[in-house]
């Protein structure tokens, strides 16, 4: 069975901290793995990944995928309140258009 | 700018009653998507379509139905709501490189 496994189910961190978000995943015919931020309402894009090892970066946030070890980083540095939102991560199978959904992880930036 | 448009962001109704929920899109997307959110849950996927009056049944299909008569439209239907069926709905839409765009979420609580 497909599995989006995503750590730590929440955090809590002062302003101004680094954090790292981690996504794994178990997926059969693997295309690309999504990052989303989800505030009070509708999933945004952050990142798409498709290959190993090059990091894709905009502005503090920035994502890898490593597809030996089966997982993708979310790192956000400087963090302000505004990063404070639930983090999605989504795997996208070969030959379909659906995406696999990890629970997501909570972040709540405190000032 | 990408664009989802969902008709309702609250809706209460009573059980027993048929609901029909509405998604547009103006992108000229292909995909279209129906999720429910519930805590601990995740996003999980109710029915896609790939094209018009096509659809497919995703994970947790009972108890719902779809309508799609127009490219930009996709409408999805309780015929009877339950209170199991009280949760965050979210529409997406996609062209075939899988970024889903989301849609803002109807809020539906059956009483």
């Known amino acids: 069975e497909d599995k989006v496994v995503q750590s730590p189910l929440s955090l809590v961190v002062h302003e101004g901290d680094t954090v790292t978000l981690n996504c794994s995943y178990e997926?059969?015919?693997?295309?690309?793995l999504l990052w989303y931020k989800q505030e009070k309402k509708a999933p945004t894009f952050l990142f798409m990944l498709?290959?190993?090892?090059i990091e894709k970066k905009s502005g503090r946030l920035s994502s890898i995928l490593d597809k030996k070890e089966l997982f993708s980083i979310l790192n956000i540095t400087a963090t302000q309140t505004g990063d404070s939102a639930v983090y999605l991560c989504?795997?996208?199978?070969?030959?379909?258009?659906?995406?696999?959904f990890g629970k997501g992880t909570k972040l709540t930036v405190n000032p | 700018d990408v664009k989802v448009t969902q008709s309702s962001r609250y809706l209460v109704k009573r059980t027993g009653e048929k609901v029909f929920l509405e998604c547009v899109q103006d992108m000229d997307h292909e995909n279209m998507f129906w999720y429910r959110q519930d805590p601990g849950l995740g996003l999980r996927l109710i029915y896609f379509?790939?094209?018009?009056?096509?659809?497919e049944k995703g994970d947790i299909p009972e108890g719902y139905s779809v309508s799609r008569e127009k490219k930009e439209r996709f409408s999805l239907i309780l015929e009877s709501a339950s209170t199991n069926q009280t949760s965050m709905y979210l529409c997406a839409s996609s062209l075939a490189l899988n970024i889903q765009y989301f849609g803002a979420g109807t809020r539906l609580s059956v009483l």
């Open positions: 498709t290959s190993s090892g």
């Open positions: 997926v059969t015919n693997f295309r690309s």
């Open positions: 379509s790939y094209d018009v009056k096509m659809k």
């Open positions: 989504a795997v996208v199978k070969g030959g379909s258009e659906k995406l696999v």
